[in-house]
């Protein structure tokens, strides 16, 4: 039987048990089923109450306090421990059907999407590859207000790419808190990046370029290698022509519902929920006698 599952991703502060909570209430409103899992062992305050809670397992406070650990080492022995116990997961996911929605919300220590090999081994366990079965797919959350310049959207969208080749699933990215976007003009800018046009980025570096004063071209020139780091950079965006960012706006429920039919498409939701057409006749004849 397969099972579908949303792994909630991203930076600290994302927005990433907001949106767990705003997937929640959409999905109790159109009467679908989903199953809630807290691995942030940090967590503290929920709105729903997990279905399944990491910290039933190992706190990250008790980590801390009993082997003196900082909070990012910490983070990574409860992950490691977790990877000891996995039928801590099995048992509470393994009788779920396939009309759950299971929503993980996740930690935002970065450190877990970039180098450290845990998230894969526990993606691998969780996924299709794995004994749970579950068609999984990533929803990575980037803070809107943060990206609305340049620098800081490459910054976001190289971590999101460092997530998407790391875990090997399907990704959904994501610019949260949209709400906070007041004015036109980032609202523009924004509008810019989550379709990204890299030509049109590198069109920006190079009209800088062109419409600079003497004065300003000295300081281009000294700092040409940034400029031409930044070219790569997006080329490198370019080249995988799969980062592109969905905008969502929590108070909106058609925002929310949006970013869902994408979490949908992504795990072929709906296509598992369709009643099996009988082949022919003959199985219509054997499925009635
Ligand atoms: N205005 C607005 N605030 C938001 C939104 N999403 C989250 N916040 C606020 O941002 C802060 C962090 O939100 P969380 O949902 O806890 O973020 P998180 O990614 O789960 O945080 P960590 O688990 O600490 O990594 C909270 O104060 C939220 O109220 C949003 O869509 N709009």
């Known amino acids: 039987m397969s099972k579908f599952g949303v792994l909630v991703m ?7 048990t907001t949106f767990s909570n705003s997937l929640i ?3 109790q409103s159109t009467r679908r089923s989903c199953f809630y899992v807290n691995l942030d062992p940090a967590a503290e305050n929920f709105t729903y109450q997990p279905d399944l809670d990491i910290r039933e397992l190992i706190t990250l406070e008790d980590v801390m306090e009993e082997l003196g650990l900082g909070p990012n080492g910490g983070l990574i022995y409860c992950f490691e421990f977790l990877l000891q116990n996995l039928e801590f997961l099995t048992e509470a996911l393994d009788p779920l059907s396939e009309e759950y929605l299971i929503i993980f919300d996740m930690p935002g220590q970065i450190e877990l999407y970039t180098h450290i090999p845990l998230l894969p081994s526990l993606t691998q366990f969780l996924s299709r590859q794995g004994p749970l079965n579950i068609n999984l797919c990533a929803a990575y959350l980037l803070e809107s ?6 620098a800081k959207f490459f910054a976001g969208t ?8 790391m875990l090997e699933i399907p990704h959904v990215n994501i610019l949260s808190k949209m709400d906070q976007v007041n004015d036109m ?3 523009r800018e924004l509008r810019r990046f989550a379709n990204v046009d890299v030509q049109l980025l590198q069109k920006d570096e190079e009209d800088v370029a062109a419409s600079a004063n003497p004065m300003e071209k000295e300081a281009l020139m000294s700092g040409g290698s940034f400029n031409q780091l930044n070219r790569a950079v997006a080329q490198l965006i370019d080249d995988f022509s ?4 969905l905008q969502l706006d929590v108070s909106d429920e058609d ?3 949006g970013v869902l039919s994408h979490i949908d498409d992504a795990i072929q939701y709906h ?3 369709e009643p099996r057409e009988p082949k022919d006749e003959h199985e219509v004849n054997y499925e009635e006698s």
């Open 145 to 150: 207000t943060f990206v609305v310049d340049k």
């Open 255 to 257: 925002s929310v519902a």
């Open 271 to 273: 296509e598992a929920q």
């Open 242 to 245: 799969m980062v592109s960012f």
């Open 10 to 16: 991203g930076p600290a502060g994302a927005g990433k």
């Open 185 to 187: 003009v980032s609202r």
């Open 25 to 27: 209430q959409h999905l």
């Open 158 to 165: 190289l971590s999101a790419m460092s997530a998407m080749l």
